[in-house]
């Protein structure tokens, strides 16, 4: 079986900080791992996966992602926080036939 | 252009009846799943489908069921053996063809449909 924790609720940053949300993950398997990331009642948007490769992952509005393999861990990050970048993060492992398994998610608050 | 539309976006329900979540998709793609989402709880997994008329058990399927008559089309009826069915409920499909497949299942999300039981 497969599974995701993710570290914290809820995380705030100041405007123009580093966003740090963290992922630790339980597989198996050589995991396929995701990060998403959700606006209020919106669905899902894929912002960066890890397959096999490159270990640093670099996915879309500046935001990136490292496997590691030693430590289980896909922590997701940013350089410089954005008002925009306020959502609902979610880290996932899997990626076969039965979709994915999602950790509960953490709150990201900017606070300007 | 290409996605997942999902409908109704918001719906009430009385105690007791069936309501079903439509979701249908443009994408060409096989596999269709329906994740239910409370607040803190991250998503669950309800029912997904590889292929026309065949479709699985989630980890959470009690009290639901589906359909998948169509490629394109994969409603879910919520009923009334639902305990607690209010919720936000996400539609997503992949092009993911199986064992055997190369890459990773990468899945594409619908905007939502919100139940309340009143």
């Known amino acids: 079986a497969q599974s995701v924790t993710q570290l914290g609720s809820h995380v705030s940053v100041s405007e123009g900080a580093l966003v740090l949300l963290r992922c630790n993950y339980s597989?198996?398997?050589?995991?396929?791992l995701f990060w998403y990331v959700q606006y209020p009642n919106q669905g899902l948007q894929l912002l960066l996966k890890?397959?096999?490769?490159?270990?640093l992952v670099k996915g879309i509005n500046g935001f990136e992602a490292e496997f590691k393999k030693s430590e289980t861990s896909f922590h997701l990050t940013k350089p410089s926080a954005h008002m925009s970048d306020a959502a609902e993060y979610f880290c996932?492992?899997?990626?076969?036939?039965?979709?994915?398994?999602f950790g509960k998610g953490t709150h990201l608050i900017i606070q300007p | 252009d290409g996605g997942i539309t999902q409908s109704p976006k918001y719906l009430f329900r009385k105690e007791g009846q069936n309501v079903t979540l439509s979701c249908e998709q443009n994408?060409?793609?096989?596999?269709m799943y329906w994740y239910r989402q409370d607040p803190g709880q991250g998503l669950r997994l309800i029912y997904y489908?590889?292929?026309?008329?065949?479709?699985q058990k989630g980890d959470i399927a009690e009290g639901y069921s589906v359909s998948r008559e169509k490629k394109e089309s994969f409603p879910l009826t919520v009923t009334s053996a639902q305990k607690n069915p209010t919720a936000f409920y996400l539609c997503?499909?992949?092009?993911?063809?199986?064992?055997?497949?190369?890459?990773?299942?990468?899945?594409?999300f619908g905007a939502g449909s919100r139940l309340t039981v009143l």
């Open positions: 489908s590889q292929i026309v008329n065949d479709f």
């Open positions: 890890y397959t096999t490769g490159a270990t």
């Open positions: 994408l060409n793609h096989d596999a």
């Open positions: 996932a492992v899997g990626g076969g036939a039965d979709g994915l398994t």
């Open positions: 597989s198996s398997v050589p995991p396929y």
């Open positions: 997503a499909s992949s092009n993911f063809h199986g064992t055997g497949s190369s890459g990773a299942n990468v899945l594409t």
